[in-house]
């Protein structure tokens, strides 16, 4: 599923959210510099706000479609698992992930983040968890239910904040393991976006677990969901809390 992204590329570049610029300013000012690696880059809706704070950025990510974006986008981007990458004697002040860790070995993939850090530097794997109003996420609960019977996991029954907790321990444990990182810190970030349904029905294709549905079912479940916006007044506030999992690559390690 980590390389289905690109089959929606231009629209998850356009469709998917940033992040709270707070987060991205609290990462740099506690790295030693400026040089960022962005694992799983994608399309670089996260690496352009790092480059608006001065930042140089190299990206690595599995999908060579997503890297094509990216680059139009004017970043350096390298084709590879980041588990099997080469940092060639390259060393940054920050590795970064933004929405990718998860697909990433979290024990290799901070060992690698370890090899490509400067001392001090700063491991920062983060997720936008979105919350609906109560309302909202019940009626996209029904339309997944009849569209998606057979989904193992109905992404509006439960509180967005339960599988990000799982994502956060289990990068947090992984970090851990490699035995040359401080103990790892978890930051949150909350903020607010606007959806229309237009916007909302345009990111939706983006989503994992979505971008290889048969034509049929996309369509009957943007109509579902489009019609529960519909009844909604045509728009909603999606609560997001950016989630940060960081730790610093020690000294003498």
């Known amino acids: 599923m980590a390389e289905s992204f690109g089959a929606e590329a231009e629209r998850y570049d356009r469709a998917r959210p940033s992040y709270p610029e707070a987060m991205v300013e609290r990462i740099v000012a506690s790295s030693p510099g400026p040089d960022v690696l962005d694992v799983g880059i994608g399309t670089g809706i996260a690496a352009r706000q790092f480059q608006a704070i001065g930042c140089r950025v190299l990206g690595v990510d599995v999908d060579a479609r997503m890297a094509a974006v990216a680059r139009r986008n004017g970043f350096d981007v390298e084709v590879a698992a980041f588990e099997a990458w080469d940092p060639a004697g390259r060393t940054f002040d920050a590795v970064v992930a933004g929405q990718t860790w998860h697909w990433v070995d979290p024990v290799a993939g901070a060992a690698k983040a370890a090899e490509a850090l400067r001392p001090a530097g700063r491991l920062a794997v983060f997720w936008n968890a979105g919350q609906a109003p109560p309302e909202t996420a019940e009626a996209f609960a029904a339309v ?45 970030f909350d903020w607010e976006r606007p959806y229309s349904r237009d916007e909302w029905l345009d990111q939706l294709p983006t989503f994992g ?14 109509a579902g969901v489009g019609a529960a916006l519909d009844a909604a007044g045509g728009s909603f506030r999606m609560h997001y809390a950016a989630v940060v999992v960081t730790a610093v690559r020690t000294a003498t390690a």
Request: aromatic residues 10%.
């Open 144 to 188: 997944y239910r009849l569209v998606m019977p057979d989904l193992p996991f109905n992404p509006w029954a439960t509180p967005a904040s339960e599988p990000y907790a799982l994502l956060c321990t289990r990068a947090g444990n992984g970090i851990r393991e490699t035995g040359v990182f401080s103990d790892p810190e978890q930051w949150r």
């Open 209 to 222: 677990g979505h971008t290889g549905l048969p034509a049929a079912q996309l369509e009957a479940l943007l």
